[in-house]
Nanobody, 125 residues
């Protein structure tokens, strides 16, 4: 069973930055797609960003230009750099991996068969 471990969450003020990390053995080599999702209280989990095995990236509209997804193969780590944070970015953030080549939209939860436990991001006004 693969364990994805997120870190880097915390509390910042509006306009601040955080960098989330997600690590697991071979994570950046053995999956068709890696993604970050988030879930705010009372809301459904939503896709934030994803990176395909060919390096293609996708972003949810509200984070375009502010968030950057990347990976470091040497460190077996997936990142999410979050800049210009807003209160509406407050949520639990999860990393996810697709080892089955789901061939469905990157922002759908059912594409991903491995999930981390989440790291909390809180942005204050």
């Amino acid at each position: 069973q693969v364990q994805l471990v997120e870190s880097g969450g915390g509390s910042v003020q509006t306009g601040g930055s955080l960098k989330l990390s997600c690590s697991a053995p071979g994570i950046t080599r053995n999956y068709y797609s890696l993604a970050w999702f988030r879930q705010a209280p009372g809301k459904e989990r939503e896709g934030v960003a994803a990176i395909e095995s060919d390096g293609t990236t996708n972003y949810e509209d509200s984070v375009k230009g502010r968030f950057t997804i990347s990976q470091d193969n040497a460190k077996n780590t997936l990142y999410l750099q979050m800049n210009s944070l807003k209160p509406e970015d407050t949520a639990m953030y999860y990393c996810a991996a697709d080892s089955l080549d789901g061939m469905i939209s990157w922002f759908l939860e059912k594409r991903y068969n491995y999930w981390g436990q989440g790291t909390q991001v809180t942005v204050s006004p």
